[in-house]
């Protein structure tokens, strides 16, 4: 197989969507397969540790980077200007005998473009809410717009993937009956307890009794990090030395957390390696979003070993487990975070409980599983290349209710 693998958003930047983009690449890769990837170009200075990839050259001849500039309001994101003609001449020199879209932004639509012109297999992934970002960012009124852009870019897809079994039943209602679940495991021999590290802990301000709690994510609107501010003031107004709050990660809402919560640990960007120490060396990670399709942090969290405590909203409500794994709070209750942090952090084999069924819970969604039913269904749909149209049996109901239990 000869797999074309377009997206927004990839390494050295780091997010859900890079890491699973990434993942697609490397199984292809390591079965055997050839792929190519279409991504921006990102500035040498983004290169700190994220790997694979280098600060936005390739360098690689199965790999075209296109031009980008940052986004004025996030400037860490990208927005790509890839010509066709160019990407065209890349990817026919390739010879692809599928296309896979990850985004729906301008590469996305080039995939999407190409793969209807050559009449290839044309498979896509819905990662992100952009409706309710739409809403988080206070144009709700856009709303109805995006869904019609969001329908119109995967109808043609014979498969639409997306991490959480909510948005499928979503994508399906709205006529995108060909998406299936894939794309929420996670890498339990990365993000292990074992690499926990005292010397880690002591560099974060915690020891034999202080407890660490861990937020990890991109530091914007959409994450509902107002609620986290506040639920953090709170618990430290009642904790005080017993525990220390660490942030990792970076985003137009940084100045904001460091202007209200001064007594924070802010790491900023934190690589792959040592992200899994740091999820490791914690003791409890606190995700408040309520846009997730998925949650792929809360499922590293677990899989590190930590309790999590997220909203009740989204794909995290398919990950975390009420009193099994973590703690589900309403999205919008401060004051519930609060309490629910304050719990965990005065209750060390409470925690010690939920970190193991958090454990259980990432083990049982390993990505190998995941990556071989990726292979299974590429295969599956070159078997029906032949068909020109898309199919609502590009899968079959097997394969759904498989991927529906992963």
């Known amino acids: 197989m000869r797999i074309a693998l377009l997206s927004d958003t990839y390494i050295p930047q780091v997010n859900g969507v890079t890491t699973v983009v990434h993942r697609i690449a490397r199984a292809v890769r390591v079965a055997g397969h050839g792929v190519a990837v279409v991504a921006p170009r990102y500035p040498r200075s983004m290169d700190d540790?994220?790997?694979?990839?280098?600060?936005?050259?390739?360098?690689?001849?199965?790999?075209?980077?296109?031009?980008?500039?940052?986004?004025?309001?996030?400037?860490?994101?990208?927005?790509?200007?890839?010509?066709?003609?160019?990407?065209?001449?890349?990817?026919?020199?390739?010879?692809?005998?599928?296309?896979?879209?990850?985004?729906?932004?301008?590469?996305?639509?080039?995939?999407?473009?190409?793969?209807?012109?050559?009449?290839?297999?044309?498979?896509?992934?819905?990662?992100?809410?952009?409706?309710?970002?739409?809403?988080?960012?206070?144009?709700?009124?856009?709303?109805?717009?995006?869904?019609?852009?969001?329908?119109?870019?995967?109808?043609?897809?014979?498969?639409?993937?997306?991490?959480?079994?909510?948005?499928?039943?979503?994508?399906?209602?709205?006529?995108?009956?060909?998406?299936?679940?894939?794309?929420?495991?996670?890498?339990?021999?990365?993000?292990?307890?074992?690499?926990?590290?005292?010397?880690?802990?002591?560099?974060?301000?915690?020891?034999?009794?202080?407890?660490?709690?861990?937020?990890?994510?991109?530091?914007?609107?959409?994450?509902?990090?107002?609620?986290?501010?506040d639920a953090w003031t709170r618990a430290y107004r009642f904790l005080g030395p017993r525990a220390v709050f660490v942030i990792a990660g970076n985003g137009p809402e940084a100045q904001y957390i460091a202007a209200h919560l001064p007594f924070t640990r802010q790491l900023g960007f934190v690589d792959r390696d040592s992200l899994a120490r740091l999820y490791a060396s914690a003791d409890l990670c606190v995700l408040p979003s309520r846009t997730e399709t998925c949650g792929l942090v809360a499922l590293e969290a677990m899989a590190s070993g930590l309790p999590v405590i997220a909203a009740d909203a989204g794909g995290l409500r398919e990950s975390v487990l009420h009193e099994v794994n973590g703690l589900l709070v309403r999205p919008d209750d401060a004051r519930g975070f609060s309490q629910a942090i304050v719990a965990l952090v005065g209750d060390a084999v409470r925690r010690h409980a939920l970190g193991t069924g958090a454990r259980q819970t990432a083990e049982r969604r390993d990505v190998k599983h995941e990556d071989q039913e990726l292979l299974r269904q590429y295969g599956a749909l070159l078997g029906e290349a032949a068909d020109p149209r898309p199919s609502t049996q590009a899968v079959s109901l097997e394969t759904q209710g498989a991927l529906t239990r992963c």
Not at 58 to 70: Q, Y
Not at 86 to 92: I, K, N, S, T
Not at 105 to 128: C, D, K
Not at 171 to 192: A, E, I, K, M, P
């Open 49 to 229: 540790g994220g790997g694979g990839g280098g600060g936005g050259g390739g360098g690689r001849d199965d790999e075209l980077r296109v031009f980008s500039l940052p986004f004025p309001p996030y400037p860490s994101i990208r927005l790509s200007f890839p010509l066709d003609r160019h990407v065209a001449r890349f990817l026919d020199r390739f010879a692809p005998d599928l296309v896979h879209a990850a985004t729906e932004g301008p590469i996305g639509v080039a995939a999407r473009r190409y793969a209807l012109r050559r009449e290839l297999p044309f498979v896509t992934s819905y990662h992100t809410d952009f409706p309710q970002y739409a809403r988080d960012y206070g144009l709700p009124m856009l709303t109805p717009l995006v869904w019609r852009w969001l329908v119109r870019f995967h109808r043609p897809a014979r498969l639409i993937h997306t991490p959480g079994a909510a948005v499928r039943d979503e994508l399906v209602r709205r006529g995108l009956r060909n998406t299936v679940v894939w794309g929420r495991g996670v890498d339990t021999s990365h993000f292990t307890p074992a690499k926990r590290n005292p010397g880690w802990r002591r560099w974060l301000g915690g020891g034999d009794q202080t407890v660490i709690v861990l937020h990890v994510g991109r530091l914007a609107a959409e994450k509902n990090l107002r609620v986290l501010v």
